[in-house]
Every structure is written in C-alpha cells, then in structure tokens.
C-alpha cells in the first residue's frame, strides 16, 4: 500500500468503513419499522450470486454483485406483495420470504456448486482477519485491502445518495401519504433504499458476514433512536456507534483471540443496552425516575385534596392528624412520611400542633386538582 498498515490497522479501518456505510441506510430500517428486512436481504443475496454464477461461471465477476443487489430488491417485492394482500403481517411475509429464497440458494450450492468456493458459512458469518489478505494491486503497486477499497466505495455512494435525496428520504419515511401527494414516489424511494441496503449487504458479506451486517444495520441505528428525535443526529450517532462497536470490536476479539464479527456484534449489543437503560428520555432508567416523581406528585395532589375536603370538618381532628392519614389514604407508613416530607419542603402545608394544615399555595394546588377533575 501506498501508505503501510499493521494488519489490525487495515482491519479496523475495514470494520469501521463497514459499520458506517450499514448504519447509515440502516437508520431508515429502523424509522421505517422494516430493520428486519435487512436481516431477510443478507440471506437472500446469496440466492442472486448462485444463479449469476450459473451464467457467468466466475467467482470474481461484477454481474455476482449486480444479481445480488437484484435478489435483494426481488425479496423486498415479495414481501410487500405478500403484505398488501392483507392477509399476512409484514414480519411473517418476512420469515416466510427469506427462508425460503436462502434455502433455494443452499440446495443449489450443495448440489451444483460443491466444488466451488461459495461457502454458506462464511457468507454468514464472514472473517475479518483474512480481509487484508486480497489485495488490490495495479502494477506492481500495492493499494491496500480490496474490501477496504470495496467498503469506501459503496460507503461513498451512500453518502452521496444520501444527500442528494435528503429530504425526500425524510419525508417518505416520516409521512409517505404527504410524499406521494406532492409527487416524490414513496415506493421509488422505498425500492432505491431497499437497493442501497442490498448492495451494501452484498459488499460487506464476503469480509464480515450477513450476521454482522444485520448487527451493524439495526443496532447502531436502535441506539442512536432512543438519544434523539432528529434525523441529521440519528445518522451522525449511528455512523459513532458503528465506528465505536468497529473499534472496540476488534481490539477485544484480539485480546481475547475471539471471532472478530462476534465480538463486534456484541459491542453493538453493549451500545444499544447503554443507550436502553440510561437515555436521557426513553431509557429505562429516565423512565423508572420520571414514573417515581409522576407517582409522587400524584400522591401528593391526593393528600391536598384530602386535607382540603376535611378542612374545618368536625372530623378534622381525625383525618388530618399525621398519624392516622395512613389508614385512611389506604397508603403504607413509609410512603405517607415520604409524601408528608416532600409536600412540606414545598411548602404546601404546615405541621401545627397534631394536625397538618394547607398553605395557600397547597390550597390553591388542591382547588386546582379538583377543578382539573372536574
């Protein structure tokens, strides 16, 4: 190569090219609800480089990745054929779609190409550690690994799709009636996403295998959905978390001396487990705090109301003293001192003597409680 690389070096870069260029049309799988098309297109591509090499009888020949792309674009058509019908939801068309397309291209390998180098295992599960072994040399001048070249290249092509139809990608995927109304043709743009993904499912294969391919597509993707709710952020995360799980990937699967795709696809998992539990809004953890304070402050509310309905009641005594609110909230010791402490820190009411008085701004809160319910 022009400029020398460590293996690790060369391997990386080759993962983290990968995972970019997966992400970023994976991010409309996911907007779209259909990220487990990817999963059926991995598979199915496969069908497309069997029946090319049927003609071409070439390994190496482009016309196995043009049928490829092709195969991946002829699943995405069955299987919204098979949903249009109204009778099957999308994700069965699916599972009944891709099975049986890759096993097709399974038994045509088995009994028509065992002498060939199509092995199903590898497709599947790839292996990054022999990519820096296919070079690419003009002349005598060694340029590098061919999937890094390959990689750059579909990633370069997605990038520029990308910006040329921005805002039609956006609009088709948020709102495809309004789309359509204005004359952007969703189902075009729908089958040109769909053949973008195919042909980076089919560069990406051969170095890190379709598992990893569906990995890199969904996952990143997935994180990057549950941070935030804009577009341009969504693809600028997923491309960091992809480049993220690329790196970290590696480097773990070399100190372990394990699979390299699994340990990526692990990472990705890991991402998307952080992302899960501690995203700012839809995290589980956010969610945990935000159901604790709406259930305290409902709480709360139920309290003044209370303390409001037997103000200045012969029975005030009774069921204001703090000691037997409890008992008649229904509520255990614990939560009621809980709830008692917090209305008192913003100062909703007061403890006068044995019993505990409204404020007026616990009054007013109480009144408004109830005019809300009303």
């Known amino acids: ?186 189902a075009v743009l729908h089958y040109g996403l769909m053949s973008v993904v195919s042909l980076t499912a089919v560069g990406a294969f051969n170095a890190v295998g379709s598992v990893l391919v569906v990995a890199l597509m969904v996952a990143p993707p997935a994180a990057a959905y549950l941070l935030t709710d804009r577009l341009s952020h969504m693809l600028v995360l997923s491309a960091a978390f992809g480049v993220l799980a690329a790196i970290s990937g590696c480097l773990a699967a070399f100190a372990l001396d394990a699979s390299l795709a699994g340990a990526m696809a692990v990472v990705t998992g890991l991402i998307f487990g952080a992302a899960w539990v501690f995203a700012p809004e839809r995290g589980l953890l956010a969610q945990a705090l935000r159901h604790a304070r709406q259930r305290q402050e409902f709480a709360q509310a139920m309290l003044l109301v209370h303390l409001l309905h037997h103000e200045a009641t012969p029975q005030e005594a009774v069921e204001c003293d703090p000691s037997h609110l409890n008992e008649h909230l229904r509520w255990d010791a614990a939560f009621t001192a809980q709830t008692l402490r917090r209305a008192e820190q913003r100062g909703l009411l007061v403890r006068q003597k044995d019993l505990i008085v409204l404020t007026e701004s616990g009054r007013r809160l109480a009144a408004q409680t109830l005019g809300g319910e009303g």
Do not use: Q
């Not at 049928?67 to 939801?89: F, K, M, Q």
């Not at 009944?96 to 009994?111: C, G, H, K, N």
């Open 1 to 186: 190569m022009l400029v020398h690389m460590s293996p690790l070096t060369e391997i990386i870069l080759i993962a983290s090219v990968t995972a970019v260029a997966c992400a970023l049309p994976g991010v409309f799988l996911v907007l779209r609800r259909v990220a487990m098309v990817s999963d059926a297109i991995t598979h199915t591509v496969l069908l497309g480089i069997v029946l090319a090499f049927f003609v071409v009888r070439d390994i190496t020949s482009p016309t196995l990745a043009i049928a490829a792309a092709a195969a991946g674009v002829a699943t995405v058509a069955l299987i919204e054929l098979l949903h249009r019908t109204e009778r099957i939801r999308e994700d069965a068309a699916i599972g009944l779609v891709f099975p049986f397309l890759f096993s097709i291209a399974v038994i045509l390998i088995a009994r028509h190409a065992g002498n060939v180098h199509l092995d199903v295992d590898a497709v599947l599960l790839g292996e990054l550690a022999f990519a820096p072994l296919d070079r690419y040399t003009l002349g005598d001048v060694d340029l590098g690994p061919r999937a890094l070249w390959l990689m750059s290249g579909i990633l370069l092509l997605s990038l520029l799709l990308l910006i040329l139809f921005y805002k039609e990608l956006k609009l088709a995927t948020f709102d495809a009636a309004l789309a359509a109304a204005l004359g952007f043709a969703p």
